[in-house]
């Protein structure tokens, strides 16, 4: 068993006194005994063992920090069978389980258990809520399309008149940062159903293209203040589900030319394969590499590490034939003969 101590990082701060009605300690003393209940209840062997007691305890340290907290633990530690993520969001702990697939593509490793620690926590939760929020909806929650719109809808319900001062606010978690994007609810809908757009998760301006599950939190808040004073105050309960981003699209295939995402390829008198993944993501030789790949019609361009470039053209559904290039060191821009042979779809 091996553990890994991750830092996370909040995207939005917000900075003040503590509103009137709002205690922090009150939510923290709860997320504190859902999470260690949660990981001695989930974690083998058992809620005695180290690994639970040692998780537990840096949940409570990171807690005391007066920061947000998660937990990744991968299948094989768990006595269910199945990876699960749980954290911490505006008071509340949550857990999803994690499919294989999921795991992997979020880099989960096997045996591991990894304890993320966010930033400090700067919104507050009204202790008596003002406004019920239920059935939480995401438009293709199986299989969301970065490099689109993220659609939903939710049923708020308001305990009292209505109210101008309403934001409707949807969170999710990226690996390195939280993003918050908040709607003014001036006007509740007659069924109060109220339906939400945020930009694409891979928005063009994003360095680094996301792949895999994505926590997305939905809850009311209030807003008080502005500029470095301003605060959300958490007027509704919050609601959490796990959404799968398929990484932003970068096979362009043309009819006649096939798609060689998810096939493995070997560079001819080698041993070196290169399989081409869904999301523009290249494994070498069964390592995942930071490289990436794209396909317009029949032309197939890869990089290793941002270091060589391949600009292959397919033969036919089983052979490549093309150049590889230096993008970095002594030889930039020297073209070599390169090609691939097809060895598994």
Known sequence: M???????????L???????????????????????????AAAKPGPNSPLA?????????????????GVLLSAELAKSGKAQWGLSWAGVFFV???????????????????TQQGARRNDQRLAQPAAQLDRLHIDNVAA???????????????YGASRSDL?????????GSTVEVTKPLRELPADGRVLFT???????????????PLPVFVDVCVEKGEGINRQLLVVSNTLGVL???????????VPGAPDVTGTKWQFPGTNSTVEFLAGGRVRFNDTQAPGKWRQEGKSVVFDCNNFTLFELELVGNDEMTGTWRRLQGDDVGTKNPSGLKRIRN
């Open 243 to 253: 959404v799968d981003i398929q990484g932003k699209p970068v096979a362009k295939v």
């Open 53 to 69: 007691t040692n998780v537990s305890q840096r949940i409570s340290d990171t807690l005391d920090e007066g920061r947000n907290v």
């Open 96 to 114: 999803f389980d994690l499919t294989p697939e999921q795991a992997r593509r979020y880099g989960l490793e096997p045996e591991v258990v990894v």
């Open 144 to 158: 969301q399309p970065g490099d689109r719109d993220l659609t939903g809808s939710v049923t708020l319900q308001l």
């Open 14 to 40: 917000f900075i003040g006194a503590l509103p009137a009605g709002a205690d922090n300690r009150t939510d923290t003393e709860a997320v504190r005994r859902q999470a260690t209940s949660w990981i001695k």
């Open 198 to 212: 945020i930009d694409p998760i891979n928005r063009p301006d994003r360095k680094e293209v996301y792949d895999g």
């Open 2 to 12: 091996r553990q890994a101590w991750t830092l996370l990082t909040l995207g939005t």
């Open 167 to 175: 934001l409707l606010r949807v969170s999710y978690k990226l690996k």
